[in-house]
């Protein structure tokens, strides 16, 4: 069993929340928690409680990026061979451009 562990307010996180997703949908949200340098637990309590995912830096989310933009320009690829676009392949972009856009306003 694992152990349990306090919130920002020094509250015990001792519930425990499960719920069922396709595998296409569990892709999909372990590349947004890569993206975002969070813990799986702690980007989903954020967007669930609508608060705002911050991404800090770091060498991990720096690969992470990488890799999926590398995936993400193989799909590019795909779709001019006249192939169509499918939103998880969107959603990523935006999440994504989010990111780096972030990134941009940091270095003015």
Not at 13 to 42: C, W, Y
Not at 50 to 69: F, H, N, P, W
């Amino acid at each position: 069993m694992s152990a349990k562990s306090m919130d920002n307010h020094n509250r015990w996180r001792s519930v425990t929340v499960a719920f069922r997703m396709s595998p296409e949908e569990s892709e999909q949200l372990n590349r947004f928690v890569r993206l975002s340098g969070l813990s799986k637990q702690d980007y989903l309590i954020h967007r669930v409680l609508r608060q705002e995912v911050t991404v800090i830096g770091s060498s991990r989310v720096y690969k992470a990026l990488r890799d999926q933009m590398t995936i993400t320009l193989t799909e590019l690829k795909r779709i001019e061979a006249g192939q169509t676009v499918d939103d998880e392949l969107l959603d990523v972009i935006r999440m994504m451009t989010v990111i780096l856009g972030g990134m941009k306003k940091e270095e003015v």
